[in-house]
Nanobody
Framework: QVQLVESGGGLVQDGGSLRLSCAAS????????MNWYRQAPGKQRELVAR???????RYADSVQGRFTISRDNAKNTVYQQMNSLKPEDTAVYYC???????????WGQGTQVTVSS
């Protein structure tokens, strides 16, 4: 059984901070590229941050400098620190894991982030 479970979402004010966590089980976590996606109602799901199995980082331009993705392989957990949050960051944030060799892909259930103006 594979599970990705997000936590840490909530309601914050414009300019506030939030830290998301995604705890993985049922996979060899260190072999997976881990990603954070988000989707607002009526909009396309977009990749916001990625940390690969070899710790290479990638960010969407819209969050560069404000969001930080990290991972702790000993805890099978990926994090996303979100600072200077804006109302346009409001979305459901999803944790995603991909293995390039097995082509396995898994998704969490999502956690709501709401930034008030």
């Amino acid at each position: 059984q594979v599970q990705l479970v997000e936590s840490g979402g909530g309601l914050v004010q414009d300019g506030g901070s939030l830290r998301l966590s995604c705890a993985a089980s049922g996979i060899i976590f260190r072999n997976y590229n881990m990603n954070w996606y988000r989707q607002a109602p009526g909009k396309q799901r977009e990749l916001v941050a990625r940390i690969t199995s070899s710790d290479r980082l990638r960010y969407a331009d819209s969050v560069q400098g404000r969001f930080t993705i990290s991972r702790d392989n000993a805890k099978n957990t990926v994090y996303q620190q979100m600072n200077s949050l804006k109302p346009e960051d409001t979305a459901v944030y999803y944790c995603n894991g991909r293995n390039d060799w097995s082509l396995n892909e898994y998704w969490g259930q999502g956690t709501q982030v709401t930034v008030s103006s």
